[in-house]
Each structure stands twice: as C-alpha cells, then as structure tokens.
C-alpha cells in the first residue's frame, strides 16, 4: 500500500493550490483532496474491471486455441492412418515388382534350358 499522507506544502504544489502560506490547510484543499482520491479509487474499480474482461478474453481465447489443437490432432491421427494404409499398398506393390523382376532375371539366365524344354 502507498502511503498517500502528504504534507500541506505538497498538496499545494502537486494540486496547484496557490495559497500564501504553505502551512495552511482550507476546505477547499481538503475538497479537492477528496474529489482526486475518489477519482483514483473509481480508477482502482475500473482497472479491475477492465482487468476482469481482459482475462475472460484471454480465456476465451485459450478455449478457441484448444479447439483448434483438437481438431488438428484428429487431423493427424486421420493422416497418420491414412499414411499407414498407403505405405502397406506401396510395401504389396513392391513386393509385386520384386518377385516380377526377380522371374524376369532367372528367366534371361536360364532362357536356353527354358527354350529347351518347351520346344
């Protein structure tokens, strides 16, 4: 807490009070000490308001970023299946083409006893 305890020459000078003595004190500069501490306590309440609606935003904000995270994850877990049921085509595919390519050689190196024995 600030300690708002000022002396008359002070508050004097800070609320441009003109008196001719700085150790006087009238109920005008006591009224205009009022009015500006009543001002910065609605200052106090309107900051915590504003405050309020700030993190309520903030809020608001993370719940819209975790609905995002959500759908992306599900995303990539769709992806991710996706990804695994093409790699498994591509890896039968392959296997395919190895087997192919694999009759084709022994084919070419046996092509004479294989001409042989069908005609």
Avoid: C
């Amino acid at each position: 807490m600030h300690n708002h305890i000022l002396k008359k020459e002070q508050y004097a000078t800070i609320y441009n009070m003109p008196n001719e003595d700085p150790n006087t004190f009238t109920q005008k500069d006591l009224m205009q000490h009022l009015l500006h501490a009543t001002q910065h306590a609605a200052t106090r309440e309107e900051l915590q308001t504003v405050k309020h609606e700030i993190v309520a935003d903030i809020d608001k904000r993370f719940e819209q970023v975790d609905k995002r995270f959500e759908q992306m994850d599900k995303r990539f877990d769709e992806l991710k299946v996706e990804l695994k049921s093409d790699i498994k085509s591509l890896g039968n595919r392959h296997d395919r083409l190895s087997w192919a390519i694999f009759a084709a050689m022994l084919a070419i190196f046996f092509k004479e006893h294989l001409t042989k024995l069908f005609t």
